[in-house]
């Protein structure tokens, strides 16, 4: 297996353990009012949370690429790109198990 398709890969496990990360982070916002009242389950606001927030990925992510992608961030190199995600992957693990509230935008742009 050449280099380029171990960095993919790699791209690809710590992009799934990033989304984690965020649902850890993000699911209660949206969440808690409605199985605190009682109005629906913790599984089915789990559910309804994957879903749209993955809709939303899918049909606006292209924009915020773009955003990033204007200069705001310097363009580096795919391993750059991996030591990123995998800092900010931690770090946003390491306050969710604290139970810290913290900004995921803030931690991947300082990332």
Not at 9 to 18: H, N, P, S, V, Y
Not at 19 to 37: E, I, M, R, W
Not at 55 to 77: H, R, S
Request: proline share 2%; hydrophobic share 55%.
């Amino acid at each position: 297996m050449d280099l380029i398709g171990v960095a993919v890969g790699t791209g690809f496990f710590l992009t799934f353990l990033m989304a984690v990360a965020l649902g850890g982070n993000d699911a209660a916002t949206p969440c808690d009012t409605s199985v605190g009242a009682r109005v629906i389950s913790v599984r089915r606001a789990v559910i309804l949370f994957a879903i749209f927030t993955s809709v939303g990925a899918l049909t606006q992510g292209y924009m915020v690429m773009k955003t990033i992608g204007k200069g705001i961030v310097p363009a580096i190199d795919l391993l750059g790109v991996l030591v990123v995600i995998a800092t900010a992957f931690a770090w946003i693990m390491f306050c969710n198990y604290r139970g810290l509230e913290i900004s995921v935008t803030h931690s991947v742009i300082g990332s």
